[in-house]
């Protein structure tokens, strides 16, 4: 079963706005990963935060990890138009292995 | 190559027929990840190689769908008498140990 699990599946907002995304996962992690996808096909690496992280910054995008909770939050601030895409979070240490696991992702549309 | 290559980037196929994907993973690169992704849906996890460590097979679906990574580079997913509930999109990604993810535009496999 997957590791990962994003919520909303589907988030519509106005440009201009915040969009917050979150994931939460089943067991002890090393690192969780946020990734994006256009027209689904290759995903594109956003930030890592290490499971000894509670928050990190990268341009608009926040991420912040809970480990007590098992859940990650991705916001991303001042919404554009090319911010319309699929949003996926990804975790190892699922069962012990090293792999990386994906959720569902959650849709996001910017809307002008 | 700069990137991850995987080829080809779209195959038709019959049902009953084999059909070989191949993954050109970014040079030096000790990691390497197959994924599955039907239309709208998340990814799903197939098979990982990390070094000449025995690779992580747990994702494969059935029997008929294996991998091999020949001299730790290249790889090829093989599927074998294909079905029509074989149809999505193959992912490829590549990375060094436990870093970021690079994925390759992936093959669409339609199976007729």
Not at chain 2, 37 to 64: C, H, M, T, V, W
């Amino acid at each position: 079963s997957q590791q990962g699990e994003e919520d909303p599946q589907a988030l519509s907002i106005q440009e201009g706005e915040n969009a917050t995304m979150n994931c939460s996962y089943k067991t002890s992690i090393n690192n969780l990963q946020w990734y994006r996808q256009n027209s689904g096909r290759g995903l594109v690496h956003l930030i890592l935060i290490r499971s000894n992280e509670r928050e990190k910054h990268s341009g608009r995008l926040r991420v912040t990890l809970d480990t007590s909770k098992k859940s990650s939050s991705l916001l991303i601030t001042a919404s554009r138009a090319a911010d319309t895409a699929s949003y996926f979070c990804a975790t190892d240490g699922y069962q012990g292995a090293q792999k990386l696991v994906f959720g569902q992702g959650t849709r996001l549309t910017i809307n002008p | 190559g700069a990137g991850v290559s995987q080829s080809p980037s779209n195959k038709v196929t019959e049902k009953g027929k084999d059909v070989e994907l191949r993954c050109d993973p970014i040079s030096g690169h000790t990691a390497l990840y197959w994924y599955r992704q039907s239309l709208g849906q998340g990814l799903e996890f197939l098979i990982y190689f990390q070094g000449n460590s025995a690779p992580d097979k747990s994702g494969l679906p059935s029997d008929r769908f294996s991998a091999e990574r020949t001299g730790g580079s290249v790889s090829t997913l093989t599927i074998q008498r294909t079905q029509q509930e074989d149809s999505a999109v193959y992912l490829c990604a590549s990375s060094l140990g436990r870093a970021k993810l690079f994925f390759g535009s992936g093959t669409q496999l339609s199976v007729l």
